[in-house]
């Protein structure tokens, strides 16, 4: 089961502490935040997104604005809970609210719930009925208070996984004996793209033109050059409230494009930190009234596409001899690289070309230091013989549940026969 992300003595202190102060992401936050191109090709402020956002010059929407914000917390022990899930093409998040008679600590203590599966690919019409199962929750940095976010995953009302449910077996994976007793961390590098909501042109680009080459973006400051900073950082500043486990945002080397990285987190909960995250870019994104897009490879040609490097480690991997173990996972995982491959996302073929600091979708690679390889260790662990590996394969649209589960399964559950390791450990100059 998920597990509570902030203990609560210390949620209820936050929240009286805060409680009359506003929700912490407000609409009049996005005055300032886009950046848009005029025919010339010059960023210019855009008057048209702002309109978009709630704020707005009219008297009438600013009240609106301040019920959005009131701290109803004085008046009512009754609490907002917004039930999010993965939709059916199997990375569309959805959400819908209800109440619930007073604050919660637990995904346990709040019920059961279900939603149209017709409406989201994931049902029959005459059938429609899915249910929801709460499964971790999370403070909820838009309503702010006790409102919480909550993560949940679908089922038929006889209680089945849907076939979308990728947490279920998720779940079985990663509660295994056998994965529990090694404590897999993951570290997740979540990129993502935005794009100009009317043009669906990446935030920042001339309309129907291209910006220079890459090179000046990755990473940097200036009104010519880092296009989207403030939804980068309303984002980190919203999980950190959330109680996701962030840890670091980056600009990247397509400009409009950015990185954040989740962990390390604990099994199951490294997808779920993922998902909630997701969903949170997704909120602010449409406050900002810029669209959020995970496709691998937004923009063909000479552009770095969008991946979700996760960074893996077992107890056995971080000890002393470490190294040997992460050498042998990493034969394990040449041997399934075809499983893992159909795992790591739609479209990844567009990313995964050999260019752009990937490899090759078509064969396995590994490297220390080496950023055009499928796995990379880092200097850090060869040098120390114990710590991590990255799998830089998954794509940004990656089902974490499903990356997460698999790395674990090949690396600790599954066993290929001795030749099959012996010809593996040969073509890759592994001795283990
Ligand atoms: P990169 O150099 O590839 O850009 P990042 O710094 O963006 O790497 O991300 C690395 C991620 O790996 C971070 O989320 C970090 O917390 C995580 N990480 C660090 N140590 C471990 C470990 N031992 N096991 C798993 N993940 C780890
Ligand atoms: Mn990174
Ligand atoms: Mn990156
Ligand atoms: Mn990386």
Sequence with gaps: MAQILAPSIQWQMKI???????????????????????KKGAPTNSAKFRALAIKAESGVVNRIEKLLNMDITPYTDKIIAEYIWVGGTGIDVRSKSRTIPKPVEHPSELPKWN?????????PGEDSEVILYPQAIFKDPFRGGNNILVICD????AGEPIPTNKRHRAAEILSNPKVIAEVPWYGIEQEYTLLQSNVKWPLGWPVGAYPGPQ??????????????????????????????NISGTNGEVMPGQWEYQVGPSVGIEAGDHIWCSRYILERITEQAGVVLT???????????GAGCHTNFSTKSMREDGGYEVIKKAILNLSLRHLEHISAYGEGNERRLTGKHETASIDTFSWGVANRGCSIRVGRD?????????????????????????????????????????ALAAQKLSLKV
């Design 16 to 38: 009286t502490k805060s409680s009359h102060k506003a929700s912490p992401i407000t609409s009049n936050m996005w005055g300032s935040l886009l950046v848009r191109h005029d």
């Design 115 to 123: 939603y149209d599966g017709s409406s989201t690919g994931q049902a």
């Design 154 to 157: 679908s089922y038929t009302p």
């Design 215 to 244: 090179g000046p973006y990755y990473c940097s400051a200036g009104a010519d050059k880092s296009f989207g900073r403030d939804i980068s950082d309303a984002h980190y500043k919203a999980c950190l409230y959330a109680g996701i």
């Design 294 to 304: 995970l496709d691998p490879k937004p923009i063909e040609g000479d552009w770095n």
């Design 381 to 421: 662990t060869e040098q120390k013989g114990k710590g991590y590996l990255e799998d830089r394969r998954p794509a940004s649209n990656m089902d974490p549940y499903v990356v997460t589960s698999l790395l674990a399964e090949t690396t600790l559950l599954w066993e290929p026969t001795l030749e099959a390791e």
